[in-house]
């Protein structure tokens, strides 16, 4: 969905000859995927970390959930959250941030 919407707006920008022509401006697109997502039937599935971020605390939503929901109710689209089966990672920033850099050095 999100690489719908994206796609959606790449391409060549309207000019005020095309959007005056046939009405088919960036915006109009955008309504048109959005449209066709609400008739078509369209499931975002994610997956949203949460705990102690860097410089903001601790947090229950993360950014992709937060995205995720905005789509939801843009598009009318059903949702499903990813969750691991078992979460082995650290709660905290700091002790992630060691758990991540320990991961990159055994690659």
Do not use: H
Not at 84 to 104: G, I, M, R
Request: charged residues 25%.
């Amino acid at each position: 969905m999100v690489c719908m919407l994206a796609l959606a707006g790449c391409g060549q920008p309207a000019t005020s000859a095309d959007s005056n022509t046939n009405g088919n401006t960036e915006e109009q697109k955008t309504a048109d995927v959005v449209e066709s997502v609400k008739t078509e039937g369209v499931l975002v599935v994610y997956f949203s970390r949460t705990g102690e971020q860097y410089n903001v605390g601790v947090i229950d939503k993360g950014n992709t959930a937060i995205v995720a929901d905005m789509i939801v109710s843009q598009t009318g689209a059903d949702i499903f959250e990813i969750l691991p089966q078992e979460d082995y990672y650290p709660y905290t920033y700091d002790e992630l941030t060691d758990v991540a850099k320990k991961e990159l050095r055994k690659r």
